[in-house]
Nanobody, 122 residues
Framework: QVQLVESGGGLVQAGGSLRLSCAASGRTFSSYVMGWFRQAPGKEREFVAAIRWSGGSGYYADSVKGRFTISRDNAENTAYLQMNSLKPEDTAVYYC???????????????WGQGTQVTVSS
C-alpha cells in the first residue's frame, strides 16, 4: 500500500516555474514507477511524465518535453516534477501516481494522490 500527497502547486505567470513534490508513505516506494498526470476542466486525465524505480531520464508527453523534468529521491520517498517555461495550457490539477510498469494510461496506476492545482496566467 502506498499513500501519495502532492504539494507545490499554485498560481504563476506564463514563462514561470514551479516544482511539484509527491511524498509517499510505505516502505516499497522505491519499487514503484512514479507518474505525473494532469486534468484540466472538461478534459480527460492525461499523462505528463513517468520515471522508473531506478531513476533515469524519464518519459514525457510531447507537450511538456524539454520544459518539464521528473525526478525521484528514493531515500526521501519523494518524486518531483520541475516545470519550467510554463504556458497557460499547462493549467490543470496535477496528480502523482504509483504503478508497476511505465505506461501512459491512468488506469494502469494503482495509487493516486489527491492532486494539486497549477494555474498559469497569460
Amino acid at each position: 500500500q502506498v499513500q501519495l500527497v502532492e504539494s507545490g502547486g499554485g498560481l504563476v505567470q506564463a514563462g514561470g516555474s514551479l516544482r511539484l513534490s509527491c511524498a509517499a508513505s510505505g516502505r516499497t516506494f522505491s519499487s514503484y514507477v512514479m507518474g505525473w498526470f494532469r486534468q484540466a476542466p472538461g478534459k480527460e486525465r492525461e499523462f505528463v511524465a513517468a520515471i522508473r524505480w531506478s531513476g533515469g531520464s524519464g518519459y514525457y508527453a510531447d507537450s511538456v518535453k524539454g520544459r518539464f523534468t521528473i525526478s525521484r529521491d528514493n531515500a526521501e520517498n519523494t518524486a518531483y516534477l520541475q516545470m519550467n517555461s510554463l504556458k497557460p495550457e499547462d493549467t490543470a490539477v496535477y496528480y502523482c501516481a504509483a504503478g508497476r510498469i511505465v505506461v501512459f494510461t491512468p488506469s494502469e496506476y494503482a495509487y493516486w494522490g489527491q492532486g494539486t492545482q497549477v494555474t498559469v496566467s497569460s
